[in-house]
Structures are given as structure tokens and as C-alpha cells.
């Protein structure tokens, strides 16, 4: 009985005494003085491992198709105006016309476009137009372009008794006193200015019947005067009627403006 109570007292005493060792093992915690509110004892937090997420495995499937894409339909280009094809053995040229002549030179262009004689006309700026035409063509319209229309001023308009049959250009004062003394004695001697104009007469020649003369056209190409005449005639008879015309033309050959004079009857 007595060992009994030793044994308990004993196992009593070593549980204190290992209850005193594990508080005296504990660390103690010593607070900063300083410190208004002790730190709080930081707590461990378990981190959640992330759950595998399920990789699903791809079903076999049919090859991607493209579908078809409609191709865009090109856009209608311009259509050029068409452009007619020269005849073998004729050229394509630039023609310059001066600003007078411009007018009769564009005209004739036209005239000649509608006949197909000149294709691939192109008006220009400057009084020029380029075409395609034969060398024939265009060597007549390279004389057009320099050739400008004179207007002219009847001066006198007769029919007399005389032989004569002429044309005569008349660049002074001098000759045209001399003309008028010996082929028109008694009718008036007009005064012309012959430094900016020129005379110019035309006896048609004795007739068998009555007729006048008459100035159709008069061009100047460069400083050549070309005058277009024609001698009419009407139903009456007469015989050895001469018919005369003169005219006063603004170019002056006494300057030099025009060198040469050429008359053409028509018919």
C-alpha cells in the first residue's frame, strides 16, 4: 500500500516536472516597448493547389474546306475611241497653221475627213492639228495652214472697148497713175495708200457678148498673193466689150509683205 503511494507521488512529480521543461523549452515572445499593439503572430495559410483541368482530346474531324470565294469580275476599262487604220504609204504629222489661216486650214481638215482622205485627226493647242494622210494630202494642207484669206474692196468694175486681155499687180503710186493714163484715160484716179495695200486689175479680154469680170478669192501663202478671178458672161450680144475690174487688197508689196502676185482664172 505504502509502495503504491510512493509510486503515484513519483509519477506525479514527473509529470510536473516535464510540464515545467516544455514551457520552460517554448520560445518566449518579447514585445518592443515602442510598439502600441503587439505584432500579430503571422498564421500560415494553406495555398489551394489548382485542379488540373481536363484536357479534352480532339475527335477526328474532316479536313477544314475553304469555301469558295467568288472572284471580283474586272471592271470595264475605258473603252478608247477607235482609231482607223492608215493606208499603207501614208504618215502621221503635226501641222502648225498661223492664227489667220487656222480657220480655212480646220475646215479643210474636215472637208478632207469626211471624204476618208485624212483619218486620225487630233485638234491641238497653237493652231495645231496632227492626222495621218498621204504625203500628196498633206503637202496640200501644209499650204494651207500658211495660206490666210485677203479680203479685197472693189474699186472699179467696167465694161469698156479695148484689145487688152492682162492682169497686173500694182504697188505704187506712180504705177498706178501710169496704168490709169494709158489702159483707163478719163476715169478718176482713186488715192491708195501703197504702203499697207496693193491694186490689183484684171482685163477679162474682148468678149462676143456682154460680161464682167469678177475677183472670186485672194490668199496670201507666206508673201505670195494668189488671186482666184472669173469672167462671166450674160445671154446678150456684144461685140469687143472688154470687162475690167480693180481692187484694193490691205498687204502692201511696196514694204515687202508680199513679194509676188499669181491670178488664177476659174472656170
Not at 485638234?123 to 498633206?138: G, K, P
Request: charged share 10%; glycine share 4%; hydrophobic share 40%.
Amino acid at each position: 500500500m505504502l509502495r503504491k503511494s510512493k509510486l503515484a507521488v513519483l509519477l506525479v512529480s514527473l509529470t510536473l516536472v516535464g510540464a515545467c521543461r516544455a514551457k520552460i523549452d517554448a520560445p518566449v515572445q518579447v514585445n518592443d516597448p515602442n510598439d502600441l499593439e503587439p505584432s500579430p503572430t503571422p498564421t500560415a495559410t494553406a495555398t489551394p493547389m489548382p485542379s488540373a483541368t481536363p484536357t479534352a482530346m480532339p475527335s477526328p474531324s474532316a479536313s477544314p474546306t475553304s469555301s469558295p470565294t467568288a472572284t471580283p469580275s474586272p471592271s470595264a476599262s475605258p473603252t478608247a475611241t477607235p482609231t482607223a487604220t492608215p493606208t499603207p504609204g501614208w504618215s502621221t504629222i503635226i501641222i502648225q497653221a498661223t492664227a489667220d489661216a487656222y480657220a480655212s486650214f480646220l475646215a479643210e481638215v474636215r472637208r478632207l475627213e469626211s471624204q476618208s482622205m485624212v483619218v486620225n485627226v487630233q485638234i491641238l493647242a497653237d493652231f495645231r492639228i496632227q492626222l495621218t494622210a498621204s504625203a500628196t494630202v498633206i503637202t496640200q494642207l501644209q499650204e494651207v495652214a500658211r495660206t490666210e484669206p485677203v479680203s479685197f474692196q472693189p474699186l472699179l468694175q467696167i465694161s469698156i472697148n479695148s484689145p487688152f486681155t492682162f492682169t497686173r499687180a500694182i504697188g505704187s503710186a506712180q504705177e498706178l497713175i501710169d496704168f490709169y493714163r494709158q489702159y483707163l484715160p478719163g476715169q478718176p484716179l482713186p488715192g491708195i495708200d501703197f504702203s499697207h495695200s496693193t491694186v490689183l486689175a484684171i482685163f477679162g479680154g474682148p468678149q462676143s457678148s456682154s460680161s464682167f469680170s469678177s475677183v472670186l478669192s485672194v490668199k496670201k501663202t507666206d508673201k505670195l498673193l494668189k488671186v482666184t478671178y472669173k469672167v462671166s458672161t450674160t445671154s446678150s450680144t456684144t461685140n469687143g466689150v472688154n470687162p475690167v475690174q480693180i481692187v484694193v487688197v490691205p498687204k502692201s508689196m511696196l514694204t515687202g509683205e508680199i513679194t509676188s502676185v499669181a491670178f488664177e482664172q476659174s472656170n
